[in-house]
């Protein structure tokens, strides 16, 4: 089992809620699975570029204008995404651990999944769509918010954005592990809040290891 995870959390795991999640799903799926890979990319340090012109036309051009080549400089722009791409395409799992930031992911998730969710990068893409150029069977989201948040909460700008970008990568099962209410000064509840979010990621890691095992 090949597992990708990405940390869009700068912060020290002690003073991280999001990345305390993931310490309580990658415990409990190495005990479960022993064998498992990670892959761990930290994007704060292996930082992605924004996506410019070169890089635009490298992805996006091929798809618009037939028999288009990408130049050496849109090839180089690429380059980030492509290597990143080539990770993520062999994996079975991709794990993003992510605070929200105003309402959404930080920009440099953002970044990433521009230069990642790229046609010919992780899906093909013509008039009838898309296809996967990955194995990918499943988008694990450990997330951490200050703000309580209900299902569909129109303050929620995260959720959505993930959703739909991956499922442009042909990837719609995503189930997430969130601790909301971590605001300490506003919420007093928000340790039990973080205790109750740091079991689902647990219980979502014994799930992973039974898909993956064909016991579900």
Known sequence: MNILHICADPNPTEEST???LAVSFFRTLSERNPDVDITNVDLYENPPPYLDYQAIRGFWFPVFIAGHQPTDDE???GAY??????????SDIV????????????AILKAWM???????VTFTMDKNGTSPLHKVK????????????K?????DALTPLITHSFALAGIKDISIAWADGQYTFKYTDAETRKAMAMEAAEELAEEVVDE???RT
């Open 212 to 214: 993956l095992a064909g």
């Open 138 to 149: 499943k988008l694990i989201l450990l997330v951490a918010s200050g703000e309580v948040l």
């Open 18 to 20: 999001s990345k305390q």
């Open 81 to 90: 995404g492509i290597e990143q791409g080539e990770i993520f395409n062999a």
């Open 151 to 155: 299902e569909d909460d129109a303050r």
């Open 114 to 120: 521009d230069q990642v969710l790229s046609p010919n």
């Open 75 to 77: 090839q180089l722009a």
């Open 95 to 106: 794990v993003l651990t992510v605070p929200m930031w105003n309402f959404s992911v930080p």
